[in-house]
């Protein structure tokens, strides 16, 4: 790296961290900020209250640890500022908002909102968080984390005052599923004016009627993964096995013709590539059928595709719901999203979202860097 992109990190460091300024009423806490902030991206094996202070130059984590606990600032207003900030840099109009859940393994049953649950993450059922998360993927491949929230278990938290109050959970925080809070996550996105035209999830999400209704009610076009015993006349689960309408029965007429085969992105072995069908079903509903090559797997998709798009772009669509494991890898590897060693329900905002903001700020200097790469390229090509 040159002295040149040494400051021009440097440049846009201050630059992100002026943004935070407005949320501390102390100039101690914006200082203290700015080093959680330059920690969460600083190549350090273990992110935490201890290595990031050590890195700083303090002997102890006490200061911040009192950012993430005590100080008086508002984890929503950092939000807002994170999703201002990728905006300015990856806003596009064909941009896909795409949710997903990750697990945080813990110990102990003291942070907010942990039990002993199952995480695709972790893949399996484990003492952990999870946090529902909304990313914003761009046609030019950019993607970053854009809003955030922690699943609270309803008996074994919501409904237990003593627990809530221990972790500080809000009074006015109520069971949520998590279906629900991609539903706020995406009503927050539209009323900031996120410019983006698909919504893409899994099967959780996928078979939740509410969350359809309100994408459907609301015009936003989407694509979600369904399980096999979907019911194509009414996109609800049915448990009749027999039924000619259940989405793999569907399948399972396809003829060879209605099949073809594209690429839905580039993995770490190179194209994603599969075979697709589309059947319609009328008032806008479409299914889409991906048919693994070497073994014939079949994943079914709902969409709601009320502009009529083509299956080159719902299949675009579809294969973008990888990058948010691209955002959750990049996050806790290179941005100490995992990192954390709070139990209280508003700390955990505070860290993921300024592991967010992290995020961001190393996914706008990577975008930075491969236009400069194209520019110079350009000036060198005759």
């Not at 008996?155 to 991609?182: I, L, M, N, Y």
């Not at 989407?222 to 989405?247: E, F, Q």
């Not at 839905?264 to 299914?287: E, M, N, P, S």
Request: proline share 5%; net charge neutral.
């Amino acid at each position: 790296m040159t002295r040149e992109d040494l400051a021009a990190w440097d440049q846009e460091f201050r630059d992100v961290c002026a943004r935070l300024d407005g949320l501390f009423y102390r100039t101690d806490s914006r200082a203290h900020a700015r080093h959680y902030v330059r920690g969460l991206i600083a190549p350090l094996e273990r992110k935490n209250g201890w290595t990031i202070a050590e890195y700083s130059g303090n002997p102890e984590p006490k200061a911040l640890q009192r950012l993430l606990n005590l100080s008086p600032w508002d984890a929503d207003e950092a939000r807002d500022l994170v999703r201002a900030y990728a905006m300015e840099h990856f806003a596009d109009p064909r941009a896909v908002l795409i949710a997903d859940p990750t697990g945080f393994a813990k110990k102990g049953d003291k942070s907010a909102g942990v039990q002993r649950q199952y995480s695709g993450t972790l893949g399996r059922i484990d003492n952990c968080q999870i946090g529902v998360f909304l990313a914003y993927a761009n046609t030019a491949g950019d993607r970053v984390l854009i809003d955030r929230e922690l699943y609270l278990p309803n008996e074994s938290w919501c409904a237990d005052p003593d627990r809530r109050a221990e972790a500080h959970v809000p009074g006015k925080v109520t069971f949520a599923t998590r279906p629900k809070q991609v539903q706020d996550m995406i009503e927050r996105a539209v009323a900031a004016g996120v410019p983006f035209a698909w919504f893409a999830a899994d099967e959780e999400f996928g078979q939740n009627p509410g969350l359809r209704s309100y994408l459907e009610d609301e015009g936003i076009a989407y694509a979600m993964a369904v399980p096999k015993n979907t019911d194509t006349n009414t996109g609800g689960i049915s448990s009749a096995a027999t039924l000619p309408t259940l989405v793999k029965h569907v399948a399972s007429r396809l003829k060879p013709h209605d099949w073809s085969r594209r690429a839905c992105g580039i993995g770490a072995k190179g194209f994603r590539t599969y075979d697709w069908a589309l059947v319609d079903a009328g008032d806008g509903h479409q299914y889409v059928f991906r048919r693994n090559i070497a073994d014939g797997e079949l994943a079914y998709f709902h969409c709601y595709n009320p502009h009529g798009e083509s299956l080159t772009e719902l299949v675009r669509v579809i294969g973008s719901r990888w990058p948010i494991e691209e955002c959750f890898e990049a996050a806790k590897t290179d941005a100490g999203l995992d990192n954390y060693q709070v139990r209280l329900y508003h700390a955990w905002y505070r860290h993921i979202t300024l592991s967010m903001l992290a995020m961001a700020f190393l996914a706008v200097m990577r975008h930075k860097a491969k236009k400069e790469k194209l520019h110079r390229w350009a000036e060198r090509t005759p």
